[in-house]
């Protein structure tokens, strides 16, 4: 997003959370119309129409899948079909409207797009009244959405795709170098499995179509999150905070502080920020590490300048998402980072991977501790690293924060009670502090060597050369 | 306690401070574009900063003539006593596109550590621009008199002494008052419509946001530039292999049968010449990539057909004869194989053998005068 699209979504919060009716319909409108309006062109022009369409469609047959029975009548959803319907329609009108400043006009034939409307209308009716099978259908779901985003996730598939689907349409097929963005379709993955688990579970809570759309694609948190949940947001969605003249202040500050970091501080540092091309350049230790830190602190105000908006966003329109970030670079371990990096994400793998595979190892032969936590952490953080991309970079960038978790963890277990008794005087505690910010800092900051460069050869290379070793 | 805050309250408040901000830090602007990191903490750049994608270290800054001077290395200190100061004017083939700063023609001059019949060193400062148009030339020689020059070499070619050429220009329309005393002085006819003369709003923090920002990300690249020397992208295309075959329909094509010396900017020439004394100015008709191709017997390139090209030699040739203008004709002294990605663009080995070209001229011009 840039500045004149977060100030266009700033004013219409603004309008929105005012709104004394209608909010939650007026909401849905509103999130519906920027999910078509943020994609970005791809290579293939149709799919700025057909990607939005996706996102519904999954979030729709999601809800299908999800939905209470209490929750099902044609009276209470007949108003959010009729928006997502409409706004897709209307979207694909522009053909004869021609407002390219608003959206392209060279969208599909009306006829196309409403036999597809209709398709997706018969399925999610289908799986509401097939409830025999509904399991099956989750697992289904939840086994399709890890596909598309390894999909998404892998350049090389990505770049099959796209030089297969430039061959069909009697494309040059290095047209379609260019990478294929499904706006916000990262998060959206982890809305859906969050609410499908839940459901099985059975502790996701009772919601209509409306309310779970609305969840899903909610406009502020789009695109690069925070990850809400569900029984969370819907609390907030049905009964707006109240907003006295303080929170209008908090938001506005908020939305400030972020656009701040991100289009100041972010892309200030964004020019020397370590890049592929600065480590096969640069002469001399100093240099690389200033670079890196520029890039430590770049993703940092860059990542945490979005979230501040969403925040700010959210706020305006009555709602309190929660925070990603809490001062991570200033976190004196590394749990203590990952419980203050990118928080609800973390807290997603906690609740939805890492808690149940512990329990399973826990449960069944019994292993030693050690192997449990080293298996569990390890995976955890592979994984994570593996949802930002399927590459190696990632693989490497994600086993060296599950190998530090797991060194610190055994670090605290084996110096319990061993450590020299100043440490425990506040004076004491004050230096192991600093010291421990030190090492947390730099040692997620030479991580970032396998998240930002793109081979691992590289990160090596900038690796030696950090400690002149090159 | 204290009383509450009203929004309304603030947000007046904010809107009172940014007019105020906006009236009181206006002169701030030219006064960070003459107080650069540059050849204070950070040395200086060797060329003017330019690049064409954001993958190397510098920023586009045309806008403000100021910020390039001051990054620039002349602007380092006062000239040394022992030194004989060249400066290059030119376009992109001067500033050195597609390759590194300490490979461009400048730096091939000072890497023979000439030497004057005075025993003064011969220093060259590069303050070509990637653009052809010996306008934007003379705007930089209006500034670069300041820093002293003993000698000026002027890379020229066609394109950039046509009157034709004058609205690819980006310098000019930055710098309108400045560039309409200059044509206002010399009676240079050259259109005016696109300089306006500034405005009280043009100097405002607002209206300047963008160039401020570019003013941060130039004084912010000094780093990367100081660490890796490196200021632009480094091509390795040769044009012998790929250019032998002159497509006549290239966009770059002269649409021109014949030309005549009226559609040559020589009163642009004259205006620098009076500018720069009592330095001379040394003419150089830049070297031109000739392809041997099928359609080569009409076409040197894919900018220029032969027959206005002879004419172009001609008129120059003619032209610094009758004034005793020093001048060299380069136009085919460079190899085919020493062209990168246009047909001006050469290789540092280019740079080289152009230099060589150049310094008897230097050295006969640099033992000439009382200086």
Redesign the interface.
């Known amino acids: 997003m840039n500045i004149i699209q977060i100030s266009i979504l700033a004013v219409t919060a603004l309008i929105l959370g005012r709104l004394p009716k209608g909010r939650q319909l007026a909401l849905l409108v509103v999130s519906t119309f920027v999910v078509f309006w943020l994609q970005p062109v791809e290579p293939f022009i149709s799919l700025k129409f057909w990607l939005p369409v996706a996102t519904l469609t999954i979030t729709i047959v999601a809800w299908a899948l999800t939905c209470a029975p209490e929750t099902r009548n044609w009276k209470q959803n007949w108003p959010a079909i009729a928006i997502l319907a409409g706004v897709v329609v209307l979207m694909d009108l522009n053909r004869y409207f021609g407002l390219t400043q608003v959206y392209m006009s060279t969208t599909p034939p009306v006829a196309l797009t409403v036999m597809t409307l209709m398709g997706i209308a018969v399925t999610a009716l289908l799986l509401i009244l097939w409830q025999k099978s509904r399991r099956v259908f989750q697992i289904a779901a939840l086994v399709l959405l890890i596909l598309i985003l390894v999909f998404l996730k892998t350049p090389q598939l990505v770049s099959l795709a796209l030089n297969y689907l430039a061959s069909a349409h009697g494309q040059n097929p290095d047209t379609a170098n260019a990478a294929l963005s499904w706006l916000g379709f990262s998060y959206l993955a982890f809305r859906l499995m969050h609410t499908i688990r839940d459901r099985q579970s059975g502790r996701l809570p009772a919601v209509t179509l409306a309310e779970y759309v609305n969840y899903v694609i909610f406009f502020p948190a789009f695109t690069a999150g925070p990850i809400d949940r569900l029984e969370r947001f819907v609390k907030e969605l049905r009964t707006p905070l109240p907003m006295a003249?303080?929170d209008?202040?908090d938001a506005?500050t908020r939305l400030f502080v972020g656009l701040f970091k991100k289009f100041v501080v972010a892309d200030?540092l964004a020019?020397?920020s370590l890049s592929d091309?600065?480590v096969s350049?640069?002469?001399?230790a100093g240099?690389m590490w200033?670079?890196l830190y520029a890039y430590a602190f770049q993703i940092y105000f860059d990542f945490s300048g979005y979230t501040d908006i969403a925040i700010g966003l959210g706020r305006l329109l009555g709602f309190r998402l929660p925070e990603n970030f809490a001062a991570p670079y200033l976190k004196p371990n590394l749990t203590q980072f990952w419980n203050s990096w990118h928080m609800t994400l973390t807290q997603w793998f906690r609740a939805y991977f890492f808690n149940p595979l512990t329990r399973a190892l826990r449960g069944g032969k019994r292993l030693p501790v050690w192997i449990i936590i080293f298996v569990t952490q390890i995976s955890t953080m592979v994984l994570i690293g593996l949802w930002h991309g399927v590459t190696i970079n990632y693989v490497l960038w994600g086993a060296w924060h599950g190998m530090g978790l797991f060194i610190h963890n055994r670090w605290s277990e084996f110096s319990r009670g061993r450590l020299p008794g100043w440490t425990s005087s506040p004076g004491g505690q004050r230096v192991m502090n600093v010291i421990g910010v030190f090492l947390t800092f730099n040692y997620v900051t030479l991580g970032w060597l396998f998240f930002t460069l793109s081979t691992p050869t590289l990160a090596w290379e900038a690796m030696l050369k950090l400690f002149g070793m090159s | 306690m204290s009383a509450p805050v009203k929004p309304w309250r603030v947000i007046l408040k904010a809107i009172v401070l940014f007019c105020v901000l906006n009236i009181v830090l206006a002169p701030l602007y030219p006064w960070l574009s003459n107080h650069e990191v540059y050849n204070h903490i950070l040395p200086g750049r060797l060329r003017f900063p330019w690049i064409q994608k954001q993958i190397a270290y510098s920023v586009n800054l045309y806008e403000d003539m100021d910020a390039m001077f001051s990054s620039h290395i002349l602007a380092a200190g006062d000239k040394p006593a022992d030194e004989f100061r060249v400066l290059f004017l030119g376009d992109s083939s001067f500033w050195g596109d597609g390759i590194a700063a300490s490979d461009t023609l400048t730096e091939q001059v000072n890497r023979l550590d000439l030497r004057t019949c005075r025993n003064q060193r011969i220093v060259a400062y590069n303050l070509a621009m990637p653009s052809l148009y010996v306008m934007k030339d003379l705007l930089f020689l209006n500034r670069g008199v300041q820093y002293k020059p003993d000698l000026i070499v002027w890379g020229v070619t066609l394109r950039s002494l046509s009157y034709s050429n004058s609205n690819d220009d980006l310098l000019l329309p930055s710098h309108p008052d400045e560039a309409l005393a200059l044509i206002t002085r010399y009676k240079i006819n050259i259109p005016t419509d696109s300089l306006k003369p500034g405005t009280v709003w043009n100097r405002t923090l607002w209206a300047g946001r963008v160039n401020l920002r570019k003013l941060f990300i130039l004084q912010e690249s000094g780093l990367t530039w100081t660490a890796t020397g490196i200021d632009g992208i480094v091509t390795t295309t040769r044009q012998a292999l790929v250019g032998n075959d002159v497509n006549p329909k290239d966009f770059n094509m002269l649409h021109a049968s014949t030309i005549t010396a009226g559609q040559l900017m020589f009163d642009v020439l004259n205006a620098g010449d009076d500018l720069a004394r009592p330095a001379p100015i040394l003419i150089l008709n830049e070297p031109i990539f000739i392809a041997t191709g099928n359609s080569s017997r009409k076409y040197y390139n894919a900018y220029y057909p032969r027959t206005p090209y002879d004419e172009y030699r001609k008129f120059l040739s003619d032209w610094a004869q009758s004034r005793g203008q020093p001048y060299i004709d380069a136009w085919n002294s460079i190899p085919p194989g020493e062209f990168t990605d246009t047909p001006f663009h050469l290789t540092p080995d280019g740079e080289k053998q152009l230099a060589s070209i150049l310094v008897p001229s230097i050295l006969q011009l640099s033992c000439q005068g009382g200086q």
Not at chain 1, 281 to 284: E, H, L, N, P, S
Request: net charge negative; proline share 0%; no cysteine.
């Open positions: 003249d303080e209008w202040i506005g200030l020019v020397i091309v600065v350049q640069v002469k001399g240099w200033l670079f």
